[in-house]
């Protein structure tokens, strides 16, 4: 195995799914006193979440409170209540050539623009026969770190 040519930095976000938002905020924002910092609704991905955050700056991790936009359709963003881990990374690009070239199997979708217009990929939950590395049953989005989250997090280790 070649040298791993990016870094994990650190957690970026959760994104926790629910049939109803509403019941998600009356913990996370009325009980635990999260801020909603924004909303994303996205067809193609049949979500209709809240952004919310703990900490700020470089430290700031966010929880994303899901719904989705129709139960019966893919993907099913409430089917899994923790839906996915985000983690910040120094080199997306760099990193998913890696990771590709040592087995991971991605989502389909590839590097995109997220909710939060930071670049992002997924891992997929599964393995398959031609990618035998995968999440195991988590889904893992891969989130390209912007100049002040590297120089906060990215300490030499």
């Known amino acids: 195995m070649s040298q ?3 870094k994990v930095l650190g957690i970026q976000q959760i994104a926790i799914g629910g049939p109803d938002k509403q019941r998600l905020q009356r913990l996370w924002v009325d009980m635990l006193g999260l801020s909603v910092t924004g909303t994303f609704r996205s067809e193609r991905e049949n979500v209709d979440e ?9 430290y700031k991790v966010e929880v994303d409170l899901m719904q989705p936009l129709d139960p019966e359709k893919k993907p099913a963003v409430h089917a899994t209540p923790l839906n996915h881990v985000g983690l910040w990374i120094d080199d997306l690009p760099r990193a998913v050539e890696w990771l590709t070239a040592q087995g991971v199997r991605f989502a389909p979708g590839g590097i995109r623009k997220g909710a939060a217009g930071y670049d992002i990929c997924f891992l997929h939950p599964r393995a398959s026969e031609d990618f035998p590395i995968a999440g195991e049953g988590v889904l893992i989005e891969l989130v390209q770190a ?11 280790g």
């Not at 809240?50 to 470089?58: E, K, Q, R, T, Y």
């Open 4 to 6: 791993r040519p990016f």
């Open 50 to 58: 809240d952004i919310c955050a703990i900490g700020s700056g470089p």
């Open 146 to 156: 912007p100049p002040e989250v590297v120089a906060a997090l990215g300490l030499p």
